[in-house]
């Protein structure tokens, strides 16, 4: 029982992870119509980058989000600007898939150029700490690493909903061109989503980097559970996003008691394709999901 | 129906371009034959055994290529998993051999078929929508194949890998085995080659080309657009595990990381788009460049992390400038200098639009109305009046 | 044309078979209703037209009965079936082709096969057969040359003018041999010449039987060229009849200034 209960919260606490991530993959697909693949490959860099600045300023490591946060939303707009817009709109979708998993290849070969394939874990004063809530044993590390999802995907909801902004990048991702003849300048804010895309991996690699051990190539074990959590959630849609995430998380989480680790894994692709086999559109996306 | 005059003037036109036809028929004959004799002479010019290999590698890559491309070049939809088709062609291929003892080349064909089956529900469950889907499910692919492949030791060998029995008993020395596979590879490419000249040119090979230019489009017109891109990307899968499975019986050995590896999809696409998505050699080609390439940096520099590196920026760069491919680029290069080639147009549509959008529509209406002229016979002389009318009419 | 005539009195003055007929077709994006119960029938053997103010749901209504939109709601049917929902190369093989606004062409291929790639059949022997059949190739040219670009068949289809390329369109949608075309706004952006040779075009091939519905914005030439007009406002027809019927209805001025 107590070992059930143990999964279903750490099911939680990581299903919180893969919604932030998930909703930064979400926003790109809005703006964009773009699947980007190097996402996960921007979290494992993130978590370097804590790392790193753990190591180097023997600082706390969530301290490393001010200077992550804001480089990556930096570089997110950069890469929209620049790289992305150059597509054509014709064959955007695929070449900016190739586009974006080619900067994936170039991030992990740079990671393991600086700082070689070995497994790297951050050794912090309060990493062995643990509470108990009803029998189930909690780290303080995944706490806060929720927490700061939780908090992080709270702001990205307020910013979407209430501020000025949020509403132009809402009516772009909705109707591009609709958005465009009331006056937003469409290839701005495309650029701010992206920047918001990529601050979501900021903010997830350094709460993955809090309780992980991660090396360059861990991003394709990322990518592939978050592509699934967008499709099953309804590409584009952010809510869905963030409720398969948590379902599915869970659902990882619960099996891996039963199956083990690695088996566990499996459940993600599996609701993947039977999103696919019986709402291709995914349970929460409207009409963007059903042309792509 | 075309008046008389018309069919006189088709005729005249027709017969000019069947001559020009007919020469670069012939060309593309001597061409042809040029290739086919290079590649088939390579194993006696090989100067040892580790070239020869380096030979099989690459034409293996090849095969892979141009099996991809049955659905990335016709269909335009981009595949990153295709590793996953290569190697369950070479575990079903050897995985048959080992627990049936079956003919080593019946169990690569029927290890074909297998997978060319498993590849109709993952067709119909990422083919129904567009292509974003597509991509996602042919990544997830090869990352559940890898997990399943590791974790599966008791049938698959695991992590430790499986050893494929080899097709030519011990008498048959190691040089001798290269050359006998660098043929089998090169008769392989050779099928799939002209099975992919043989849509091309084929009406079902013109709906395909129709779906990757304009999908709706398509459909529109009466394509079945679901039931083209499912047997094209079958038909992929097939001869990707064909080519798998003839790896594997070379070389004798499969490990999961390698076999299911992101990477080797890669490989794949960059060859294709390097050399040209749309046309027969393309992939071919990418392949020789490509292939070459990676034993090369494999050789001198090892194992490491910068053929990650190199083959990112790479790909990068093919997709941001060059998304066409070197034989498109390299054809159009002949075109535009090449004599008498007269051409039909001195403004594109693309290039009218800018202008009519610079020069306000007065002088872009005048503008459209001397191209047609040219283009087409259309009297201009009552022009004025008609534009007036028009215009005042569409307020 | 023959079999189906006595389904309608030929003393009535109005329009005979019906061709497409939507009921209560409906269809909303987020809460907006781009179309919005719409019961509309087109005629056999008629030039129909669809006007309408901008963004009252034409290429929606468009969209929905050619198969490009499931809609929500009602039905559409086509000589008496219905094909609601159907997939749109269901469609386009029963009968129905259609041109796009703006112009739809496969830019990387060439003017002949753009032409090549309407499917009437989908028998595995024909799909595999060459693309460039002789006869499938004399059908192309002598319907190239019926609209004026045949001396263009080896051009790749975006480097002929926009003009051309409204041609080849039609030519292309002809290829499939349908009963009705469908012509999403076939004189936008064509210069006045190149409009008097569509319309010319349309009339001709409506009197060999063709069936046309047309959404266009030049007035002049609706009224010119059509039977029966139908105008659209909101999602739904708010008036139909002959063009001078439609052209003194209070309603349309009232929908198309807006008071």
Not at chain 1, 82 to 109: D, H, N, Q, Y
Not at chain 1, 128 to 139: D, K, Q
Not at chain 3, 194 to 212: H, P, Q, W, Y
Request: charged fraction near 15%; proline fraction near 4%; charge should be positive.
């Amino acid at each position: 029982m107590s070992l059930l209960l143990q999964s279903l919260v750490l099911g939680v606490l990581l299903g919180g992870l893969y919604a932030l991530l998930a909703a930064g993959l979400t926003l790109y697909f809005g703006v964009m119509r773009v699947v980007m693949i190097a996402h996960s490959a921007f979290l494992i860099l993130a978590a370097y980058l804590a790392w790193w600045f753990s190591t180097e300023t023997g600082l706390d490591p969530l301290l490393s989000l001010v200077l992550t946060v804001p480089l990556f939303f930096g570089m997110g707009v950069f890469m929209q600007r620049v790289l992305i817009s150059r597509l054509r709109p014709a064959t955007l979708t695929m070449m900016s898939v190739l586009l974006t998993f080619s900067i994936a290849l170039v991030i992990e070969g740079m990671l393991g150029f600086a700082f070689s394939g070995t497994q790297r874990r951050i050794r912090l004063d309060y990493g062995g700490a643990n509470f108990e809530v009803f029998g189930a044993n909690v780290a303080v590390v995944k706490l806060i690493a929720f927490a700061l999802a939780a908090v992080s995907l709270a702001a990205l909801f307020l910013l979407m909903k209430k501020t000025q902004f949020g509403q132009a990048l809402r009516a772009t991702i909705q109707h591009p061109e609709a958005a465009r003849l009331i006056g937003i300048n469409t290839d701005r804010v495309a650029g701010y989503g992206f920047g918001l895309g990529l601050a979501t991996a900021a903010v997830g690699g350094t709460a993955l980097a809090l309780d992980s051990t991660f090396y360059p190539s861990l991003h394709w074990h990322w990518i592939g559970p978050l592509m699934a959590i967008i499709v099953v959630g309804g590409l584009g849609s952010i809510p869905g996003a963030a409720i398969a995430a948590m379902v599915l998380g869970m659902g990882q989480s619960l099996l891996q008691i039963p199956l083990g680790t690695t088996w566990a894994q499996t459940f993600f692709y599996i609701a993947l394709f039977a999103t696919l086999m019986v709402r291709p559109q995914g349970f929460f996306g409207g009409r963007l999901a059903q042309r792509f | 129906m075309p008046s008389a005059s018309d069919t006189t003037t088709v005729t005249s036109a027709a017969t000019g371009d069947t001559t020009r036809r007919r020469g670069s028929m012939l060309l593309k004959a001597v061409a042809l034959a040029v290739l086919a004799a290079g590649v088939l002479s390579f194993p006696s010019v090989a100067a040892n055994p580790f070239i020869l290999s380096v030979g099989v590698v690459i034409m293996s890559y090849a095969v892979l290529a141009t099996s991809w491309n049955f659905v990335g070049g016709f269909t335009g939809y981009i595949s990153l998993g295709h590793a996953a088709y290569s190697g369950l062609g070479g575990y079903a291929t050897g995985l048959l051999v080992i627990h049936t003892g079956i003919n080593p080349w019946l169990a690569m064909v029927l290890a074909g078929l297998v997978v060319a089956a498993l590849a109709v529900p993952i067709g119909i469950a990422s083919l129904r929508v567009r292509g974003a889907s597509f991509v996602i499910v042919s990544i997830a692919l090869v990352l559940i194949l890898l997990l399943v492949f590791q974790s599966w030791g008791s049938f698959t060998g695991g992590s430790n890998g499986l050893r494929v029995p080899r097709p030519f008993g011990p008498e048959v020395l190691r040089p001798e085995q290269h050359e006998r596979f660098f043929y089998l590879h090169a008769l392989l490419l050779g099928v799939a080659l002209l099975v992919w000249w043989l849509i091309d040119r084929s009406r079902f090979g013109t709906g395909l080309k129709a779906i990757r230019e304009d999908e709706d489009k398509a459909q529109a017109l009466g394509v079945p657009t679901f039931t083209y891109k499912l047997i094209a990307f079958v038909v992929s899968a097939f001869f990707t595990a064909l080519g798998g499975g003839l790896y594997a019986l070379w070389f004798g050995f499969l490990d999961p990381i390698f076999q299911f590896s992101i990477l080797v999809g890669s490989y794949m696409v960059l060859m294709s788009l390097l050399g040209g998505i749309r046309s027969l050699f393309g992939p071919f080609l990418g392949a020789v460049i490509v292939g070459y390439a990676v034993e090369y940096f494999k050789n001198q520099y090892g194992d490491s992390q910068f053929h990650l590196v190199a083959m990112g920026l790479l790909l990068g760069l093919v997709v941001l400038f060059m998304p066409d491919g070197i034989i498109p680029a390299a054809t159009n290069l002949v075109e535009r200098f090449r004599p008498q080639k007269t051409s039909i147009r001195e403004v594109s549509a693309a290039d009218l639009a800018e202008q009519r959008r610079t020069a306000g529509p007065e002088a872009g209406q005048a503008d459209q109305q001397a191209r047609t002229d040219d283009g087409t016979d259309i009297p201009s002389t009552d022009t004025p009046t008609d534009t007036s009318v028009t215009e005042g009419a569409r307020r | 044309m023959t079999a189906t005539s006595e389904t309608a009195g030929p003393s009535t003055a109005a329009p005979s078979t019906p061709s497409l007929a939507t009921v209560e077709l409906r269809k909303s994006f987020g809460g907006v209703h781009a179309v919005d119960g719409a019961t509309v029938t087109f005629h056999h053997g008629k030039v129909n037209a669809l006007i309408g103010p901008n963004g009252s749901g034409k290429t929606t209504f468009f969209n929905c009965v050619t198969g490009m939109i499931k809609p929500d709601s009602g039905s559409v049917s086509y000589r008496g079936a219905d094909i609601t929902g159907k997939a749109p190369h269901r469609i386009a093989r029963a009968g129905v082709g259609r041109s796009f606004q703006l112009c739809r062409i496969f830019p990387r291929m060439t003017v002949m096969e753009n032409m090549l790639v309407a499917v009437r059949s989908t028998s595995l022997r024909r799909q595999l057969s060459s693309a460039r059949n002789p006869e499938e190739l004399d059908r192309a040219r002598g319907l190239l040359a019926r609209v004026g670009i045949e001396h263009l068949e080896h051009s790749l289809a975006r480097d002929i003018s926009y003009g051309q390329q409204k041609l080849l369109e039609l030519a292309g949608v002809l290829m499939a041999d349908p009963d009705t075309i469908m012509l999403d706004e076939p004189a936008g952006g064509v210069n006045p010449a190149l409009i008097d040779r569509i319309a010319n075009l349309v009339r001709s091939l409506n009197a060999e039987g063709k069936t046309f519905i047309v959404v266009e914005h030049n007035m002049d030439l609706v009224m010119s060229l059509s039977d029966h007009v139908v105008v659209f406002d909101r999602g739904r027809p708010i008036c139909e009849g002959t063009p001078s019927v439609v052209q003194n209805d209070p309603r349309v001025l009232e929908a198309y200034l807006g008071i």
